[in-house]
């Protein structure tokens, strides 16, 4: 089993930033990428970023793009996520996901993480 404990999250205002952090405990060799998702009173889950395990490869939402990066470092067995730039659409609860798969299109989907954390509260006021 892997653990996943997300941190960082808080209330910002438009335009602040905030950093995330997952760190992941258990059997952390099982987990080659790391994605983030976020959830919005009212809305689905929606993807945000993945990052492959080495962290050479990494994939955003469009709603992201410009704004967010992410980041790993393997041996803290912890992914960050670097928000700038924040807007109020971007106030949702944030999770933070792994998967057994490296790299590809299926981990856009949440379908593809088999562990996740409890998720983070992310709030930007106007």
């Known amino acids: 089993q892997v653990q996943l404990v997300e941190s960082g999250g808080g209330l910002v205002q438009a335009g602040g930033s905030l950093r995330l952090s997952c760190a992941a405990s258990?059997?952390?060799?099982?987990?080659?990428?790391m994605g983030w998702f976020r959830q919005a009173p009212g809305k689905e889950r929606e993807f945000v970023t993945f990052i492959n395990r080495n962290g050479v490869r990494t994939y955003f939402a469009d709603s992201v793009k410009g704004r967010f990066t992410i980041s790993r470092d393997n041996a803290k067995n912890t992914v960050y996520l670097q928000m700038n730039s924040l807007k109020a659409e971007d106030t949702a609860v944030y999770f933070c996901a792994a998967s057994p798969l490296d790299y590809g299109y299926g981990l856009g989907y949440s379908s593809a993480y088999n562990y996740w954390g409890q998720g983070t509260q992310v709030t930007v006021s106007s």
């Open positions: 258990g059997r952390t060799f099982s987990i080659n990428a």
